[in-house]
T-cell receptor, first 113, second 112 residues
Framework: NAGVTQTPKFQVLKTGQSMTLQCAQD?????MSWYRQDPGMGLRLIHY???????DQGEVPNGYNVSRSTTEDFPLRLLSAAPSQTSVYFC????????????FGSGTRLTVV | QQPVQSPQAVILREGEDAVINCSSS?????VHWYRQKHGEAPVFLMI?????EQKGHEKISASFNEKKQQSSLYLTASQLSYSGTYFC?????????????FGTGTLLAVQP
């Protein structure tokens, strides 16, 4: 049972490049979220999804897109990378809603130069 | 909207107790607690769903005061393994969905 799998683990991008961070879970969880973690700022919610085909914005959605075509996958797309998007990105899932414990992936460390 | 945690950091000796507080300016429906060790992902500790509920996890317990919009995490007889950053998360309702918003964290260091 893999839980929540994120790829890649590390990535360096040039300003203006686009890329997709992958997130997959095998626990049949309906609810999935993306957070970014920066020093001193905790975990900030980017986007979340309550099920396949349904997504919504979090606290810091600008510059990111998401889609949820299957229950298992929830990719995060950076449209045009900026140095301010240098961060550690975590994907998390929970059984049905935000009122269940979250399982986190191991994270993607992204550097934009 | 982000819950406020206090203290920001605390240093303990093994066997000492600590309390981490989490407060919100918005009505709380439930509170999560997580621990994150350096370089790792956050790990779920517990969730409190009812006002005044107190739950436990090993020697770590928490309380939730719905009226005061506060939650506290209690670590008793701390062990070296308790070191890490603790995050509270509060569930915010928006229309038909809910989302989890985290505080900025409390760094706990337990020394021998």
């Amino acid at each position: 049972n893999a839980g929540v799998t994120q790829t890649p683990k590390f990535q360096v991008l040039k300003t203006g490049q686009s890329m997709t961070l992958q997130c997959a879970q095998d626990m049949n969880h309906e609810y999935m979220s993306w957070y970014r973690q920066d020093p001193g700022m905790g975990l900030r919610l980017i986007h979340y999804s309550v099920g396949a085909g349904i997504t919504d914005q979090g606290e810091v959605p600008n510059g990111y897109n998401v889609s949820r075509s299957t229950t298992e996958d929830f990719p995060l797309r950076l449209l045009s990378a900026a140095p301010s998007q240098t961060s550690v990105y975590f994907c998390a899932s929970s059984f049905y809603s935000a009122n269940y414990g979250y399982t986190f992936g191991s994270g993607t460390r992204l550097t934009v130069v | 909207q982000q819950p406020v945690q206090s203290p920001q950091a605390v240093i303990l000796r093994e066997g000492e107790d600590a309390v981490i507080n989490c407060s919100s300016s918005k009505a709380l429906y439930s509170v999560h607690w997580y621990r994150q060790k350096h370089g790792e992902a956050p790990v779920f500790l517990m969730i409190l769903l009812k006002g005044g509920e107190q739950k436990g996890h090993e020697k770590i317990s928490a309380s939730f005061n719905e009226k005061k919009q506060q939650s506290s995490l209690y670590l008793t007889a701390s062990q070296l393994s308790y070191s890490g950053t603790y995050f509270c998360g509060t569930v915010v309702y928006g229309g038909a969905t809910n989302k989890l918003i985290f505080g900025t964290g409390t760094l706990l260091a337990v020394q021998p």
